[in-house]
C-alpha cells in the first residue's frame, strides 16, 4: 500500500508542472509606429475653405490619389501628416495661396483570413482589430480548427513576411491570416 501511495504521488508530481500559467499575454496595439498609407485604403481630405475639393479619395493600386487641379499625388507608404503636407504643397504651388489641408483615414484597407474559419474572404478592418477579432468577423473556427495559434503574413518593405502568434496579436490592414486546422 505504502508502495502505491508513492506511485501516485510520484505520477502526480510532473502533472502538477503542466498547470495553466494563468498571466495575461499583452500586445501593444500599435507595433509599428504610425499608420502608412496603401493601395485600398480612402482617405478623407478635408481642404479648409474649399468645400469642392473637399472629398473622398481612393489610394489606387499606383499608390496615388487623383486630386483635382494638382493631378496623382503619391500618398503610399506616407503618414496622414505627409500626405497633407504633400497635397497642401501641390496646391500651393500656382492654385491656392494659402492652403490648409487635413487628411485622415475614412476607410481603411481590408484584412484576408482563410482556412478553418466560417466564412474565408476578404473582410473590412477597424482600428485596434485582433486575431479573435478578425476570426469573429469571418464567424467564427470550423471544428477542426487549431483555437490557440494562426499564421499571419504581413507584408513589409516590399517584402512578405511570416509569422506564428496568438488569438490576442494585433493585426493591420492588409494582413492574412490563415487558420490551420489542429492535429489531435
Known sequence: MRWFSLLIVVLLLPLAGCAVNQTPQT???????PYTLDSGDVLRVSVYGDAELSSLYQVDDNGTISFPLVGPVQVRGQTTQVAAAR??????????????????????RPFFIQGEVTNSGQFPYLYGMSVRAAISTAGGFTDTA??????IYRPQNGQMTKGTVGLDFPIQPGDTIVVMDRWI
Open 87 to 108: 497635397i497642401t504643397a501641390a496646391l500651393a504651388n500656382g492654385f491656392m495661396r494659402n492652403p490648409n489641408v487635413a487628411v485622415e483615414v475614412a476607410t481603411y
Open 146 to 151: 487549431n483555437r490557440v495559434r494562426v499564421l
Open 27 to 33: 500586445y501593444r496595439v500599435q507595433t509599428q509606429g
